[in-house]
């Protein structure tokens, strides 16, 4: 199993800057990627942003140039610097963690943690 615990969200202005924070624990495997959902009301959940274990990222275009993810893989962390917010990034956003196999795959999720962008 694998325990993923988030950190970071809340209030922020429109303009403004979060920083999001998820630390995993447990069955990790080398071979991953580590990433940051999110869901509005009423939306699906969508993908915000993904590191994989042995480099490369992807992001959704609606966050290219203000989303910045990172990961330090000695502490099994990823991070998600937010700048530019915009009232549509508001969302619960999710830590998520694949351990990859091959030619199989295994989701983890964490709690979930609010990002409210409003004035």
């Known amino acids: 199993q694998v325990q993923l615990v988030e950190s970071g969200g809340g209030l922020v202005q429109p303009g403004g800057s979060l920083r999001l924070s998820c630390v995993g624990s447990?069955?990790?495997?080398?071979?991953?990627?580590m990433g940051w959902y999110r869901q509005a009301p009423g939306k699906e959940r969508e993908l915000v942003a993904i590191?994989?274990?042995?480099?490369?990222?992807n992001y959704a275009d609606s966050v290219k140039g203000r989303f910045t993810i990172s990961r330090d893989n000695g502490k099994n962390t990823v991070y998600l610097e937010m700048n530019s917010l915009k009232s549509e990034d508001t969302a619960v956003y999710y830590c998520?963690?694949?351990?990859?196999?091959?030619?199989?795959?295994?989701?983890?999720w964490g709690q979930g943690t609010q990002v409210t962008v409003s004035s």
């Open positions: 447990g069955s990790i495997f080398t071979m991953n990627s």
């Open positions: 998520n963690l694949r351990n990859i196999l091959i030619g199989s795959f295994r989701d983890y």
């Open positions: 590191a994989f274990s042995r480099g490369g990222t």
